[in-house]
């Protein structure tokens, strides 16, 4: 496990760094508006790529398990995947290319950014078919193909996006463009790593029920869309652009962390559907002490990050960033209340009711909302973020309580509860600069790592 973990952190750690080192050249050259411009544009067209594919790319994780053992079907559904998504690919560009300009109106940046807002959707697609494939990837643990192609596309976004800004001089679109042509390279190499499928045949009823799948997971993403997108619209019509691009490039430093986490769960993830579809019975126990293992290793990084957050901004940044000291502390624990959902998805899997996402997420959408009609005109960008925790924790908490009913899993709640006030006694810290606080809660937080057995776990899995 912990070489899986390893090798799944790499390119995690390679984006984590390279992006790290980027900010504070990009922050110096490029505007705050500028950052939000394509903040806005990431936000519309990662969601709306994700329904031009129909949910295909994550519905492939449901059945991959189901047809495993039997690799004529599990051929069929990999290749009539591909189809559906290439032979949509060009219907979906003529239509946004169509449409880029009202969109651009629509958000409230204008109908100049147009452009910007039609290549954003181009790179989110070929970053969904990407997705596909990592996911594949991920699901036949063949954990460094998904870290080499991960790695290819951080490296040539990372590269062509500081030549297109810093010797090109091509402003916001130098970002959107290296972004493009990095998931670009990284669709191309996992396609051509995945021709050992093209042997397999359309299967049309395996493709209606992937879609079907999909389908029924895909309202989710219009919820996550307005979550996204509708703090950075009101902040851009109360507040400014600018104030967008700020707010962005404090998400992206919970990005890197979140990347991070993303590779902890790449590992474990086939392991929970494993269990759970293996020995369905027998995984309750074993899963919820799984799924507490991995929120240690991910609140361990989480609680890292608050505790510098200050040093670290304060010395990298320009001081117009700086109010993203508070405002990265803040969003930390919406993305720790995300643990719950990346997990809860194998109960709705297993018991093939992932229909019931969708209100769940829907009544989170409403607090979120709520909560940035409320806080954000009396509170800025401070608001906007604890509007995206409450709306977090409300999705995600809903989600774990209805999972518990369609299949059981026995998790420890008193060590998770605890993991979870701590983290909050740490932002806590932060809105107070209060270093004795932040050092205290960490040294409780590793002893109690110690306490809870995790260590104890981790020296066993190592073994």
Known sequence: MIRIVSTYMLPKLLSYGLNFLMIPILTRILSPADFGVVALAWAVHNTLAGICTLGIPGAVSRYFFEYRNDQTKLAALIVSARIMMYVLFPFWLVVIFIWCRPIAALVGVGPQYADAFFWTFVAAYLNQITGFYLNLFQNMERAFSYSLWLSVQTVVTVVLTLFAVTVWHMSYMGMIYGSLAGALAACVGASWQMRGFDNGRWNEGIARENVIYGLSVTPKALSSFVNRFFDKYMLNNILSLSVVGIYNV??????????????????????????????????????????????????????????????????????????????????????????????????????????????????????????????????????????????????????????????????????????????????????????????????????????????????????
Request: with cysteine; charged share 10%; net charge positive.
């Open 250 to 463: 404090g998400q992206s430093f919970i990005n890197a962390v979140s990347a991070g986490v993303t590779s902890i769960q790449s590992a474990f993830q086939p392991r929970w559907f494993k269990e759970v579809f293996d020995d369905p019975e027998g995984a309750r126990v074993k899963v919820g002490r799984m799924f507490t293992f991995f929120s240690y290793l991910c609140m361990l990084p989480m609680l890292l990050a608050v505790v510098l957050a200050r040093p670290v901004i304060g010395i990298m940044l320009p001081k117009a960033y700086h109010d993203l000291i508070v405002i990265a502390a803040i969003l930390m624990l919406g993305l720790a209340a995300q643990l719950f959902g990346m997990f809860v998805g194998v109960q709705y899997a297993y018991a093939k009711k992932a229909y019931l996402i969708f209100p769940l997420t829907i009544a989170g959408t409403v607090i979120n909302v709520g909560a940035n009609v409320l806080l954000i005109p009396h509170w800025g960008i401070v608001g906007a973020a604890w509007s995206g925790v409450i709306g977090s924790y409300v999705t995600n908490l809903l989600a774990v309580f209805v999972g518990q009913r369609v299949y059981h899993i026995i998790y420890p709640w008193k060590i998770l509860v605890m993991m979870h006030l701590l983290l909050w006694l740490a932002v806590m810290g932060v809105y107070c600069a209060n270093w004795p606080v932040l050092a205290g809660v960490t040294i409780v937080f590793v002893y109690a790592g110690f306490q809870w057995g995790i260590w104890d776990q981790l020296k066993e899995v190592r073994s």
